[in-house]
């Protein structure tokens, strides 16, 4: 059964007006039984009107019942506003708690119900992100431990001499960097999520954020025999949106893309109105069927994925560019990787 939803003005003028009409009410029948039995002009003085009122008891308890009534309808008023406003205190009180269930009260007062869906939004998310957190920090923490007991491992094998120091140390500077590449990814991720972080948008030209991406990454691959293939709508392609995190977004991408190209690199950009489009196009086996529907998932690795935490810094990324990105495989082989930005 649906309820009727009204104002807590609306609500509150309703009452204060029904109490002013009994009391209009109570205050006529007063006076029509004060001129029915005793007529005008009776009581001359105030002593016969004192010696009136002792004698009317009837008319002093018309008199308390209408205040009597006034006071019962004021507490009533009173209590339907405070009673729904102490239900949402306490819900909110559960809430910094870190009880992030919904709650299922229903009001008939407007504002309030406008209030508590907004509260149950607010409650639905937190608790996401309440659980995105915990997963993060086991990931992390699985992440963290599996290279530091590499590290450990051969270290200990070098101190007691039964591991070739020269191969055992060449691992733990795999292992270190690997680590340090780690860290950093995660230090990203928690500058990115970080709500205070100011960030200032600017105009930036995709088009030489793409090639100094690419110039940083070219040692890495030429030392696998990459080429990197410009396609490129216009000469100068701009956007309004935070340099640095477009330019991590484009890094990413590419080096996602080396460790899965066989020979070439394809990278793209395109515009049209208000929206702009980033490709990175390599020649590999393209994404595991598995993994695809995981693919911007952070910390879901393809079997020969690094840290699985690139790939989501650049969904986030098109995210706070009021866009996304999407992967798919093509039908020649390989992947390809779209960031959409719209201002």
Same mark, same amino acid.
């Given at each position: 059964?649906?309820t009727?939803?009204?104002?807590?003005?609306?609500?509150?003028?309703?009452?204060?007006?029904?109490?002013?009409?009994?009391?209009?009410?109570?205050?006529?029948?007063?006076?029509?039984?004060?001129?029915?039995i005793?007529?005008?002009?009776?009581?001359?003085?105030?002593?016969q009107?004192a010696?009136?009122?002792?004698?009317?008891?009837?008319?002093?308890?018309?008199?308390?019942?209408?205040?009597?009534?006034?006071?019962?309808?004021?507490h009533?008023?009173?209590?339907?506003?405070?009673?729904?406003?102490?239900?949402?205190?306490?819900?909110? $009180?559960?809430?910094? /708690?870190?009880?992030? *269930?919904?709650?299922?009260?229903?009001?008939k %007062? =407007?504002? #309030?119900?406008?209030?508590?869906?907004?509260?149950?939004?607010?409650?639905?998310?937190?608790?996401?992100?309440?659980?995105?957190?915990?997963?993060?920090?086991?990931?992390?923490?699985?992440?963290?431990?599996?290279?530091?007991?590499?590290?450990?491992?051969?270290?200990?094998?070098?101190?007691?001499?039964?591991?070739?120091?020269?191969?055992?140390?060449?691992?733990?500077?795999?292992?270190?960097?690997?680590?340090?590449?780690l860290?950093?990814?995660? $230090?990203?991720i928690? /500058?990115?999520?970080? *709500?205070?972080?100011?960030?200032?948008?600017? %105009? =930036?030209? #995709?088009?030489?954020?793409?090639h100094?991406?690419?110039?940083?990454?070219?040692a890495?691959?030429?030392?696998?025999?990459?080429?990197?293939?410009?396609?490129?709508?216009?000469?100068v392609?701009?956007?309004?949106?935070?340099?640095?995190?477009?330019?991590?977004?484009?890094?990413n991408?590419?080096?996602?893309?080396?460790?899965?190209?066989?020979?070439?690199?394809?990278?793209?950009?395109?515009?049209?109105?208000?929206?702009?489009?980033?490709?990175?196009?390599?020649d590999?086996?393209?994404?595991e069927?598995?993994?695809?529907?995981?693919?911007? %998932?952070?910390?879901?690795?393809?079997?020969?994925?690094?840290?699985?935490?690139?790939?989501?810094?650049?969904?986030?990324?098109?995210?706070?560019?009021?866009?996304?990105?999407?992967?798919?495989?093509?039908d020649?082989?390989?992947a390809?990787?779209?960031?959409?930005?719209e201002?």
């Amino acid at each position: 059964m649906k309820t009727t939803k009204i104002k807590i003005r609306q609500r509150i003028l309703v009452t204060f007006r029904l109490v002013l009409f009994i009391s209009y009410l109570l205050t006529g029948i007063i006076f029509s039984i004060a001129v029915e039995i005793f007529p005008v002009g009776r009581y001359e003085h105030s002593h016969q009107l004192a010696n009136f009122l002792a004698r009317n008891q009837i008319l002093l308890a018309i008199l308390l019942m209408m205040f009597s009534v006034t006071l019962i309808a004021t507490h009533l008023l009173a209590s339907s506003i405070t009673r729904p406003i102490e239900k949402l205190d306490k819900f909110a $009180l559960e809430i910094g /708690k870190g009880n992030f *269930i919904p709650n299922d009260f229903e009001f008939k %007062e =407007v504002e #309030l119900e406008d209030l508590n869906n907004a509260l149950n939004q607010s409650v639905r998310q937190l608790g996401i992100y309440d659980n995105e957190q915990k997963t993060f920090f086991q990931n992390v923490s699985h992440e963290l431990r599996t290279p530091l007991m590499s590290i450990q491992c051969y270290a200990e094998g070098i101190a007691c001499g039964i591991m070739d120091p020269q191969q055992a140390s060449a691992t733990i500077l795999q292992e270190t960097e690997k680590l340090s590449e780690l860290v950093t990814d995660l $230090l990203y991720i928690a /500058k990115i999520d970080n *709500i205070t972080t100011a960030y200032t948008k600017q %105009e =930036v030209d #995709l088009i030489a954020v793409i090639h100094e991406c690419a110039n940083r990454q070219q040692a890495v691959a030429s030392k696998k025999n990459i080429q990197f293939i410009f396609n490129f709508q216009a000469k100068v392609i701009t956007f309004t949106g935070i340099k640095e995190l477009l330019a991590r977004a484009v890094d990413n991408l590419i080096s996602n893309a080396i460790r899965y190209a066989k020979s070439r690199i394809t990278l793209g950009c395109f515009q049209n109105g208000r929206q702009v489009k980033i490709s990175v196009i390599d020649d590999g086996q393209g994404i595991e069927p598995e993994v695809m529907p995981h693919v911007f %998932e952070r910390f879901h690795k393809g079997s020969t994925g690094n840290t699985g935490i690139g790939l989501s810094i650049v969904n986030s990324i098109a995210k706070q560019h009021n866009g996304g990105v999407v992967a798919k495989n093509l039908d020649d082989g390989g992947a390809m990787f779209t960031i959409t930005l719209e201002e």
